[in-house]
Nanobody, 116 residues
């Protein structure tokens, strides 16, 4: 069992930046996939960014060039650096860890609100 705790969300003005953190209770070094998802009100949860097998990066088209996912294996922490934020980035952001393709762990979510 892996417990995930997100932090770093908040209110930011359009064009601003935030860094989300996801601290895992155990080692995530050998996980099949690590990622960030988001869910806006009335919309389905969507993939924002992921790292597959520690090497392959994937980003949603809407965040390419603005968001970056990274891992600190020593701290068992996954980060999402978000820049040039837009109002449409407003959502609850969830951390996801898949130790294997068929096992999913989710964090509790952190709210990101982009508004002037």
């Amino acid at each position: 069992q892996v417990q995930l705790v997100e932090s770093g969300g908040g209110l930011v003005q359009p064009g601003g930046s935030l860094r989300l953190s996801c601290a895992a209770s155990g080692s995530i070094f050998s996980s099949y996939a690590l990622g960030w998802f988001r869910q806006a009100p009335g919309k389905p949860r969507e993939l924002v960014a992921s790292i597959i097998s520690g090497v392959r990066l994937n980003y949603a088209d809407s965040v390419k060039g603005r968001f970056a996912i990274s891992i600190d294996n020593a701290k068992n922490t996954v980060y999402l650096q978000m820049s040039s934020l837009k109002p449409e980035d407003t959502a609850v952001y969830y951390c996801n860890v898949k130790p294997t393709p068929n096992v999913n762990y989710w964090g509790q979510g952190t709210q990101v609100t982009v508004s002037s």
